[in-house]
């Protein structure tokens, strides 16, 4: 495992944006990276990964053409971009990677009022 810290979450109102960041102190870092949430009583959902080269994507359908996922491997950081968000995105979102074992981070709260 390795360390994560996320930042970037907060409450806003339906149709804002806001941007989740991720970064980890591993200089190895040769992993797919992303994003999974967890809303209250729903289990925990992939939302974006990326792979190590950034040439993969995986996005849940609910959040592709809204959410854009990018990483910056100079900065061992990846970067969830969340536009034109719906009440539906509220949920505790933790950074993912894909070590052996995986690692997630604490998670940041994200939540969206109507």
């Known amino acids: 495992q390795v360390p994560l810290v996320e930042s970037g979450g907060g409450s806003v109102q339906a149709g804002d944006s806001l941007s989740l960041s991720c970064t980890t102190s591993?200089?190895?870092?040769?992993?797919?990276m992303g994003w999974y949430r967890q809303a209250p009583g729903k289990e925990r959902e992939v939302v974006a990964i990326?792979?190590?080269?950034?040439?993969?994507?995986l996005s849940a359908d609910s959040v592709t053409g809204r959410f854009t996922i990018s990483r910056d491997n100079t900065k061992r950081a990846v970067t969830l971009q969340m536009n034109r968000l719906q009440v539906e995105d509220t949920a505790r979102y933790h950074c993912?990677?894909?070590?052996?074992?995986?690692?997630w981070g604490q998670g940041t709260q994200v939540t969206v009022s109507s």
């Open positions: 993912y990677a894909d070590t052996t074992p995986r690692t």
């Open positions: 591993d200089r190895s870092g040769i992993y797919d």
């Open positions: 990326i792979s190590w080269t950034g040439d993969r994507i």
